[in-house]
């Protein structure tokens, strides 16, 4: 029978689960608190499924920066900042048909 504490018999990225900052997903359900204090205060950290990554955890201040400001400031100040502001732009519109009815 063959032991899975041996280095030489697992895949080379079922060692890294066994790096810092790389969780077997089992170990990540039974020990959330810690994966999530460690990715707040470490950095990110890597859960694996079957010795491959599959998601990473990373502190709510990191998503936020790596997404930026979603709250539409940056294309008010681009539209401010264009060169062609004062152009008025008037969709066209055309009449709808309107379909005969009796009351």
């Not at 790389?22 to 950095?43: C, D, H, I, M, T």
């Not at 990473?56 to 790596?66: G, H, T």
Request: proline content about 7%; glycine content about 6%.
């Amino acid at each position: 029978m063959t032991s899975l504490t041996d280095d030489k018999k697992l895949p080379s990225s079922s060692r890294a689960a066994g790096r810092s900052g790389y969780w077997p997903l089992q170990n990540a359900k039974a020990r959330f608190s810690e994966l999530v204090r460690k990715a707040r205060n470490e950095g990110p950290q890597h859960v694996t499924v079957h010795g491959r990554d599959e998601v990473v955890v990373i502190a709510a201040e990191e998503y936020r920066r790596l997404c930026g400001d979603l709250t539409g400031a940056v294309l008010i100040a681009a539209v401010q900042a264009s060169p062609y502001r004062e152009i008025e732009i008037e969709p066209t519109r055309s009449p709808l048909p309107v379909r005969d009815f009796t009351l």
